[in-house]
């Protein structure tokens, strides 16, 4: 995806490329849905977020939801890939918790994406099940349901031209009562009477079975006892054919009693009085016009050992032309207690059991919340608790052999604050989800003309509080960040001789860390019970002790955690490696702050770190100032009466810029830094902007800083002298509140750069600012001037709120300046990377 863009100067475009998404799925059931064009989508907070499972990366993202996204169903998905094999176009719809539903059309040929339509008459709570079956080539049934107690059925025609509309028309509306259902399936009934059948299933333990058609109301046919908890899922197979005849169809149910049931639905006859009490003793009969369907209970698999929230049929393989199909005898349940099964009836008997068993059951992690096939059913995916995917895929050749897979990952929950590495090597972010995250992009060896792709390499804190703000410290020495959280301590950690290693791999050049692993004696760290801080694992004890007892084994104590095993990778991780053998140690704590953490800044330097609390008062508002090594509190700045949001140094580090909550801009000279004596000057304080100031950001090359505010403007000002400050220019007001702000230089020219702009809903803005200085101090200076350079294609930005934007800091001065790269995050669960290229 690329855009270009006027502005800044004749001729001047510019060209904004995607480089990286990192998102985690929210965490409900239903998210997840793997389609038949071997795409997968998932919800993040209220965008749907598409990806490739063979390049682990996410494609784009969908913006169009006003709440946050609860389900989403290809049409056709994996169990249709067979009869998709010539489709140019797949549809999505995905539904939210204000039970919209949308529909999203795929364009193959370009990986175009279209929002077709909103579905009318939406529900009015959120929906949580989405299901739909493939009718014909271009015709599709799908079933919604919502926590409002109904359920909707709904035909869609799609177009066979390219061009052409889709038309939608409505079948039936059923009202459940006050047990809402939150499990739906729907299926052709075998016999080739065009009869639909609707399974639901939910809080009141039974499965419901409705019949109906295109041209007849769903009636309530029976319903099937035994699960003595919530239905969770349910799916039907495809008609089961047998000597030549589709006469059965199966369906497979999950429930909350860990129990997994299939039962039969088997065709009996045209003739309804052949239904006898006999029939009745085998189990329920279903009527559906002039056809009856035995219905019994062909088998209770057992084997999970906490509530299974879903089970799917093995998608069919086609055979031939792709009109017949083989469906396998082969179902997959994900469950809570974080494994995946796959159950196949044994040859012989014909009793079903569990024949592979993937994921761990530890008492330290949380299950998962769904498990999908893929189309022709070598790989498996599940996401869990902690917004995560994995991914299993039958490398086997003569036997199944299920190995863990490359996939996406990201925070599952509000994205508050990011940070370069010194050089830019990588990106770290941190989040609501209370961990803080590494990625990096990684360099394809095997194809060097290949793009980078990017990956999370470490997560190197997890928390038990949300984690508000992170800085980086720069200057010389091994890898270190700050970071604050709803505590009132800042916490240090250092980097370990793991990462340092895996980082070389990442970038392919294993100088760059040699010289800072010499000194480096932590190898990794674990975590403590509670999640609050995490301690050392010495690289002695790894030569001391085998591999898997690393740390302190002989301890069995709620302080100890099951040891992490720090490893190097030479490869991009899996999630489990992450959450456990990535942390970094923490060295130091910081006291002093009244409240939670809100801001961290570090200066250029890297001697010197500036911290703020939320405050409702001036002595509560003060600012903090650390030494860097000694990590003692070396001076505090009082100027302000509320939250400081933001803070930064100028490219020199003798000013520091402030804003906060009471709608005014600091600018502090500080002398000094680097010592235990620190002194600081009030330069200025000014009330700048009508509402909060949220973001600012300094001019790379001179004492000019920008603000931007709820009131959505953004001033550009400028320090004279290190006495005064005036406002130089204010651009045109935006839509909506500028919640962030980073300005770039272009190479060495000091009189032009390039600001991004971030705003509440989610857009981001270039703009071209000229300040326009002369050497000759008798000269007219013209006038600074600011133009619209170019606005980022609304589906390439983020769906809520830009919480923070930041140039990536060039290795070398002299890098190409026309090659830039801007990492933005926001409350959407997302990391973006974008690549802007300056013609």
Known sequence: MSISGGGGGVGVGVEV??????????RIVNNVSWGASDLVAFGAQNAVVIFSPKTAQILTTLPGHKASVNCTH???????????RNLERHYLLSGDADGTILLWELSLLGGKWNHVLQVPESHKKGVTCITGIMVSEYEAIFATTSSDGTVHVWEVAFPANIGGDCKLSFLDSL?????????LSLAELPGNNGRIILAMGGLDNKIHLYCGGRTEKFIHACELKGHTDWIRCLDFSLPVYTNGNAETILLVSSSQDRGIRIWKIALRGERKEEISLASYIKGPVLVAGTYSYQISLESLLIGHEDWVYSVEWQPPSASGEGVTYFQPQSILSA??????MIWQPERTSGIWMNVVTVGELSHCALGFYGGHWSSNGDSILAHGYGGSFHLWKNVGVDSDNWQPQKVPSGHFAAVADISWARCGEYLLSVSHDQTTRIFSPWKNEASPTDRDTWHEIARPQVHGHDINCVTIIRGKGNHRFVS????????????????LKTLGHAISQNSISEDLQTGVQVLGANMSALGLSQKPIYVQTELETTPSKVGNESLDTLETIPDAVPVVLTEPPIEDQLAWHTLWPE??????????LFSLCCNHEGNLVASSCKAQSATVAEIWLWQVGSWKAVDRLQSHSLTVTQMEFSHDDKLLLTISRDRQFSVFAIRGTGTEEISHQLVARQEAHKRIIWACSWNPHGYEFATGSRDKTVKIWAVENQSSVKLLITLP??????????????????????????????LIELWSLSINRTDDGNAEVPAPTASPFAQLDPVMCHVSAVNRLSWRNR???DEECSSLQLASCGADHCVRVFDVKVN
């Open 17 to 26: 490329k995607r480089a990286f998404i990192g998102a985690g799925c929210n």
């Open 733 to 762: 007001p935006f839509k909506t509140s500028v919640t962030a702000l980073s300005w770039v230089g272009l190479g060495n020219d000091r009189n032009n750069g390039l600001l991004a702009v971030g705003m509440e809903n989610g």
């Open 811 to 813: 290795e070398k001065s």
């Open 74 to 84: 290809w049409l056709p998905n994996a169990k249709f890939a067979f009869k998709a």
């Open 587 to 596: 060295s130091h704590k910081l006291y002093g702050h009244g409240n939670e």
């Open 175 to 183: 009202s459940v009562g006050s047990k809402p259902m939150v499990a």
């Open 335 to 340: 469950s809570m207690d974080k494994t995946m």
């Open 484 to 499: 604050g959280a709803d505590e009132k301590v800042a916490r240090v950690f250092e980097a370990t001789l793991s990462f």
